[in-house]
């Protein structure tokens, strides 16, 4: 079982940059896939970044967003820079148990993913 903690969420201004993070215990990542969604009010949850594990082949929905990991620390980031109020939701973490690679389309797909963190809200606001 893998368990996912999110932090790093606040109140930002428009124009701002933040970085989420996403901290990873239980099981040993390695051939995983890691994701960031968000889900804003009344709104459906969409796909944001994936990021392999093993190996950091990336994916990503926004180009301003860029996704990494730190493998010694368990932890996957979401860099975020010129932010805007559209991008205000709760931001999810998310990990699969898939040891395979099977394709991009599928790691956008929320229904890809075994595992979710709690959420960290982020807000962009002047």
């Known amino acids: 079982q893998v368990q996912l903690v999110e932090s790093g969420g606040e109140l930002v201004q428009p124009g701002g940059s933040l970085r989420v993070s996403c901290a990873a215990s239980?099981?040993?990542?390695?051939?995983?896939?890691m994701a960031w969604f968000r889900q804003a009010p009344g709104k459906e949850r969409e796909f944001v970044a994936f990021i392999r594990w093993s190996d950091g082949k990336i994916d990503s929905a926004e180009g301003r967003f860029s996704i990494s990991r730190d493998k010694a620390k368990n932890t996957m980031y979401l860099q975020m820079v010129n932010l805007k109020p559209e991008d205000t939701a709760v931001y999810y973490c998310a990990a699969t148990d898939d040891t395979v690679f099977y394709s991009a389309s599928y790691y956008r797909r929320p229904a890809t993913y075994h595992h979710w963190g709690q959420g960290t809200q982020v807000t962009v606001s002047s």
């Open positions: 239980g099981r040993t990542l390695s051939d995983n896939t």
